[in-house]
């Protein structure tokens, strides 16, 4: 089997959902931060300043964005379903509060917070009872902010690794990206939220170990086999140095960033 083939059968949601649990030092170690650009938006389109506010951050994961609130003034709770993730998150942050549960039933009281904020997690949730659930938690005034990295696929070698990863995958990764960035009503099919857009670009240098590590820390390469994933990730480094002989890889990055105010 070619390391470009895709695998035999599909895994479930769950499946892929629960992966980064295995994974957490890895997520922890190697997945990119956030800009404090992204920050800015977040205030601008939500009227309000995250100093001071009430924030639940949902499947905190590791605490990446956790971590970013709190460095901005806000009070955070983070909320995390996996039990991988949320010791990682504990001993990484032991001084945040993190709570487990997630995004279709939160262990939070009625119009307790300012800001419900997922960052790379609200697609893992059922839109159908994850609104709602926003919608209880938030005060009058509050926002839901939804964001994700996203490839710059623009940029030449970052479009050329994409098609690669989408041999891998049996996915057409550009269509996806372009499906999502075009339908940003799919992130509340409900219509019960108005959500207005903003995208923030940003770069970072890593090593390329950090850069293929990070690779392997998404879902579809953590339940791919050993075997496939180590083979594709060695032909990968391959690519990657020839477009980066010193070793040190510029990844570019669209934040897209989704913003709904509660009436």
Known sequence: MTTTRPTPSTPSHSARAHSFNSAAAQYAANRPSYPPALFDAIEELAGRS??????????????????????????????????????????????????????????????????????????????????????????????????????????????????????????????????????????????????????VRWTRRVPVDTHLANIGSHSAFLVASQERRTAYLEEERAHLLKVFPDGIVEETYDVLLLVATKP
Do not use: C
């Not at 605490?63 to 379903?81: F, N, Q, S, W």
């Not at 994700?148 to 990206?177: H, M, P, Q, S």
């Open 50 to 199: 995250l100093s001071g506010a009430r924030v639940v951050d949902v499947g905190a994961g590791t605490g990446i964005a956790t971590a970013l609130l709190h460095d901005r003034g806000a009070d955070v709770l983070a909320v995390e379903p996996g039990e991988g993730m949320a010791a990682e998150f504990r001993r990484g942050l032991p001084q945040l509060p993190i709570v487990r549960g997630n995004g279709n039933a939160l262990p939070v009281a009625d119009a307790y917070a300012d800001f419900v904020t997922y960052a790379q997690a609200w697609h893992w949730t059922d839109t159908a009872r994850s609104v709602p659930e926003a919608l209880r938690v938030l005060r009058p005034g509050g926002a839901l902010a939804v964001w994700w990295n996203t490839d710059a696929l623009d940029v030449d070698w970052i479009a050329e690794a994409a098609d690669r990863t989408g041999r891998f995958l049996g996915v057409d990764v550009a269509a996806k990206k372009r499906k999502a960035g075009e339908r940003t009503d799919l992130a509340d099919p409900s219509g019960r939220l108005d959500f207005v857009r903003r995208d």
